[in-house]
Structure formats: C-alpha cells, structure tokens
C-alpha cells in the first residue's frame, strides 16, 4: 500500500470483524515499527500485545467494572488540558457530535453514550490489542517518540489491510490492564489500541481535517 494511501486510509475503526489477527503479521509489523525515531535512539516504548484468552479476560473485567460505575483509576497524565482553549475545544466539541451522530445518539441521551463509551472496552470487538507504556521517568520529548511509535504501527497495520483504534480510554482503568499484564513498577500506561479488521456494517463518520492554512505556516519561495 502507498504511504499517502495509508495515512489517507487510517482511521480510528470502532467495529470490527471476530476473525483473528495472525501473530506473523503482528510480528511483522512491530517488529518494524520499532524503526520509528526516538532522541538519541532510547526507544521509550513498552509494548504488550493481547489476543485469545488474555484479551477476552481483560475485555470482561474491564466491560463489568464500567458498567458497575466504579471510580476511575487515579490519573497518571491529563488527557485534555482544563478549559480547552480555541480552537482545540471547537474541534473536541466537532467530533463528539460527528461521532454520536453517526450512531443516531442524540446529545442529551446519556444512557445511550455511556453504552457507546464502554465499547472502548471492549476493543469495539477487535480480537487483538496493543498496550504501550512509558516509563514515568522520562519527559515530555520522549512521550513525543511514543506518539510516533504508534503512528507507525498504524500505518504499518493499514499496510496489511488491518485497522486500529488507539484508545487513552485505557488509562482510567489502568490498574484493571495491570492485573492481567503485570507491568514493572515505574511504567505509565499510556494507551491501548484495538487492532483488527473493520466491520464494514458499522457505521462512522470520517472526521474531517482543518485546512492546510490553518495549521501550517509557509515561508519562501
């Protein structure tokens, strides 16, 4: 597949198919994410891949924990800043009518949110998923390198006809995903990623992008 194909072409997929990811491809495919540019080469990544029985477990803990309300895990980053200024918070705001919309969820039915939510926990049915962490130690740079870790695995995943949904969603339950995965100590658990191939029978709405005027500055010939 074309690069420009793949960037084009990768989406955050909420549905897929039950039909299993072969291990060669994940393999294949990590094992050239692991290219991806880091400063000084010190490659912060850790990375957990779950199918089969594991992944079923997690997915039923994590799903029954959610849907009995129990508190979130202690945050260990800020997923949004408090009071998202412009224009971050009109596209936030954008995407959540564009993605509740698409599944014909009215603004003000929260029970039928909080059904779309729990999805998330559930891999939105995806037989495969990645866990990326990060040690607590490291700064803001390296959680840089972490984003193009996997941005390349998606990219990487488009190549062999798979999709993904990477899901921050993860970190507020984070002591559930330890209990399966048993990290070391001093490791952040970033995000997960649902890993998969799409359900063409669910619907979506392709978020849109912002024109090139307003994010990229020109200067020169």
Same mark, same amino acid.
């Given at each position: 597949?074309?690069?420009?194909?793949?960037?084009?072409?990768?989406?955050?997929?909420?549905? !897929?198919?039950?039909?299993?990811?072969?291990?060669?491809?994940?393999? @294949?495919? %990590?094992?050239?994410?692991? *290219?991806?540019?880091? /400063?000084?080469?010190?490659?912060?990544?850790?990375?957990?891949?779950?199918?089969?029985?594991?992944?079923?477990?997690?997915?039923?803990?994590?799903?029954?924990?959610?849907?009995?309300?129990?508190?979130?895990?202690?945050?260990?980053?800020?997923?949004?800043?408090?009071?998202?200024?412009?224009?971050?918070?009109?596209?936030?705001?954008?995407?959540?009518?564009?993605?509740?919309?698409?599944?014909?969820?009215?603004?003000?039915?929260?029970?039928?949110?909080?059904?779309?939510?729990?999805?998330?926990?559930?891999? !939105?049915?995806?037989?495969?998923?990645?866990?990326?962490?990060?040690? @607590?130690? %490291?700064?803001?740079?390296? *959680?840089?390198?972490? /984003?193009?870790?996997?941005?390349?695995?998606?990219?990487?995943?488009?190549?062999?006809?798979?999709?993904?949904?990477?899901?921050?969603?993860?970190?507020?339950?984070?002591?559930?995903?330890?209990?399966?995965?048993?990290?070391?100590?001093?490791?952040?658990?970033?995000?997960?990623?649902?890993?998969?191939?799409?359900?063409?029978?669910?619907?979506?709405?392709?978020?849109?992008?912002?024109?090139?005027?307003?994010?990229?500055?020109?200067?020169?010939?």
């Amino acid at each position: 597949m074309d690069v420009y194909e793949a960037v084009k072409s990768r989406r955050s997929v909420r549905g !897929f198919k039950d039909e299993p990811v072969e291990r060669e491809v994940l393999e @294949r495919v %990590l094992a050239a994410a692991a *290219w991806s540019p880091s /400063g000084s080469n010190i490659q912060p990544w850790n990375t957990y891949v779950m199918t089969g029985a594991p992944l079923a477990e997690l997915r039923t803990s994590a799903v029954e924990r959610v849907a009995h309300g129990d508190p979130w895990d202690k945050r260990q980053y800020e997923m949004y800043p408090a009071g998202l200024k412009s224009p971050y918070g009109e596209r936030r705001s954008a995407f959540g009518k564009e993605r509740y919309s698409a599944l014909g969820i009215a603004r003000e039915d929260w029970e039928a949110r909080q059904r779309a939510a729990i999805a998330n926990w559930n891999c !939105f049915g995806a037989p495969a998923a990645l866990f990326c962490y990060i040690d @607590r130690d %490291l700064g803001l740079p390296q *959680w840089a390198d972490v /984003g193009m870790y996997l941005q390349t695995v998606m990219l990487l995943l488009r190549a062999e006809g798979l999709h993904s949904c990477p899901q921050m969603a993860w970190s507020q339950v984070r002591e559930t995903v330890a209990e399966v995965l048993s990290p070391p100590e001093g490791l952040i658990l970033f995000c997960g990623m649902s890993i998969g191939y799409e359900d063409p029978t669910v619907s979506y709405a392709r978020t849109g992008r912002a024109p090139l005027g307003e994010t990229v500055t020109f200067l020169g010939d």
